[in-house]
């Protein structure tokens, strides 16, 4: 769990993450680095679920799994990335973030981290 805890504070070093979080599937929290006016469990419930509606979807297509969704806001954009078949990783990043750069610092950390 320290591993996890690390990766998410250097997303918060590096890319001025205001929240993320590694979860389930089901939305199980596995690791945070959130702010404390998130309401935590809405977060990751809706995550989680906007993530099996996309792999439902894409099934659907029959495109292949998918492996991140960008959703932007006014002054934030957030990322959900799959992590393997069994966990999330979440970040919500100012907008003005080196957006290229977090998505492949996102990818490193989902190829290369093992569930």
Known sequence: MADLQMILKELRTEFGAVSSAIISRDGTLLAGDISGSV???????????MMGAAVTAHSGLRIGQ???IRLTSDKHEMFVAGVGHKAILITVVPKGTRVDALQQRLYKIVDTWHE
Not at 39 to 49: D, G, W
Request: charged share 15%.
């Open 39 to 49: 309401t935590l469990e809405t977060l990751t419930i809706m995550c989680a679920t």
């Open 66 to 68: 998918p492996k991140m």
